[in-house]
């Protein structure tokens, strides 16, 4: 069996990936300054929160510095968002584009990665379930 099969049978396994992924290449790409920009983003839950996507990829990570990281249109915050984020409107954060991250950010940042980025990739797309009107 192929790891894109694994992947999407044992959701354990994608889940500890991404656990793993977020906290060091995202949060730790980020805090370095090699991985994502300031931008202001909504406050308010954004229109995939509900969805199985979000189910899959979570709504919050932890790490205590304000972070998010933008998996296709899903953003999810760091619990050090927590602290900075007003109810409802507009918030500047150091947010990370997870289609903008490169092999070559992995292998710098967390190098044993590196092997199953392309099928964590491929997951992440296949639960997005990208339709023509999007």
């Not at 999407?8 to 500890?16: G, L, R, T, V, Y």
């Not at 949060?27 to 929160?49: D, E």
């Not at 509900?50 to 990829?57: P, R």
């Amino acid at each position: 069996m192929d790891k894109q099969k694994n992947l999407a049978i044992n959701p354990k396994d994608f889940q500890a990936y991404r656990d793993i992924f977020e906290q060091n290449v995202v949060a730790k790409g980020a805090i370095a300054g090699i991985l994502g920009k300031m931008q202001l983003i909504s406050t308010k839950p954004c229109r995939l929160a509900k969805s199985d996507f979000a189910k899959h990829m979570g709504l919050e990570f932890v790490h205590p510095i304000a972070i998010a990281i933008d998996y296709y249109g899903l953003t999810k915050r760091s619990t050090g968002c927590r602290s900075v984020i007003e109810t409802n409107g507009m918030q500047e954060l150091l947010i990370v584009y997870f289609a903008s991250i490169k092999i070559s950010h992995i292998n710098f940042l967390k190098r044993d990665l590196l092997v199953d980025f392309v099928d964590f990739k491929e997951e992440v797309i296949r639960l997005r379930k990208f339709n023509k009107s999007e």
